[in-house]
C-alpha cells in the first residue's frame, strides 16, 4: 500500500505542472502498488484546481471522478480527533491535511508516501517517494 498526497495528485493530472513528467515517472514505478487517498486528500486537490490553479470546471469533474474510481478512498473522518491530539503534541507545524496524512498512514500501517513535500522526509516511519 501507498498513500498519495494531494499535491502529487494536482501535479500527475495537470500538465502544466512543474513536476507532471517525474508524477509520471513515479505513477509508473507503483503501478502494481494500491493506490490509496482519503476523501481529505480529494477535497484537497479539488480546492487546488479549483481556487489556486483556476482549472476548467469540467476537467475538474473529470479528474474527481478518477479520483473516486482510480484509488482505494479512505473516510478520514474518524481519524480527527486523534489528528488533534498528532498536533498538540508535535513540536512541528504542519497543514492539517498533512497531519491527517500522518495520522492515517500510521493508523493503517501504510510506509510510504508519494508526496513532492519535503517537510515528510523527517517523519518517522514514513519514507517519502519523490
Known amino acids: 500500500m501507498i498513500f498519495l498526497d ?10 502544466a505542472e512543474k513536476q507532471h513528467k517525474r508524477a509520471i515517472e ?5 503501478k ?8 481529505l486528500v ?3 486537490t479539488i480546492n487546488v484546481l479549483y481556487t489556486k490553479l483556476k482549472v476548467d470546471k469540467k476537467l ?7 479520483l473516486k ?5 479512505i473516510d478520514d473522518s474518524y481519524i ?12 512541528k507545524r504542519f497543514p492539517f491535511f498533512d497531519y491527517v496524512i500522518i495520522t492515517l498512514m500510521k493508523d493503517l500501517g501504510i510506509k510510504e508516501l508519494v508526496t513532492f513535500d519535503k517537510h515528510f522526509d523527517n517523519i518517522s516511519g514514513i519514507v517519502r517517494i519523490h
Request: charged share 35%; no cysteine; glycine share 0%.
Open 42 to 44: 480529494i477535497a484537497e
Open 80 to 91: 480527527y480527533d486523534k489528528t488533534i491530539k498528532e498536533i498538540v503534541n508535535s513540536k
Open 69 to 73: 474510481s482510480e484509488y482505494t478512498l
Open 60 to 66: 475538474i469533474k473529470e479528474i474527481y471522478e478518477k
Open 32 to 39: 502494481n502498488e494500491e493506490k490509496i487517498i482519503s476523501k
Open 26 to 30: 513515479i505513477m509508473k514505478k507503483v
Open 6 to 15: 494531494a499535491n502529487y495528485l494536482v501535479s500527475y493530472y495537470i500538465l
